[in-house]
């Protein structure tokens, strides 16, 4: 989970102290998390994924999708195909 935390430090060119500053989330913390020492609270989790705009789940490693509009975008595309369109039983509104 600490890769995911990295990998989004490099894409917003950010330091681990920068989100520390910024969220709140003490740098002990994120130390004790790269070491693997423990995984920070589900709260403090929200706050970073928060910072980074991202969904708590894809921090976590639960999802390959960042933001909810990621995964509905791939969930349309893949409802958009024509075989299954037709399979695909849409609720009236």
């Keep these: 989970m600490y890769e995911i935390f990295e ?14 500053q910024d969220t709140g989330v003490s740098t002990a913390t994120l130390t004790s998390w790269k070491k693997g020492v423990y995984t920070p609270k589900p709260e403090k989790l929200q706050k970073i994924a928060d910072y980074f705009g991202v969904q ?13 509009r990621e995964m509905l975008q791939h969930f349309d595309d893949i409802t958009d195909l024509p075989a299954l369109r037709s399979q695909i039983k849409k609720k009236p509104k």
């Design 56 to 68: 708590l789940e894809y921090l976590t490693g639960a999802s390959e999708y960042k933001t909810k």
């Design 7 to 20: 990998k989004l430090l490099n894409e917003k060119g950010v330091s681990a102290y920068r989100v520390a």
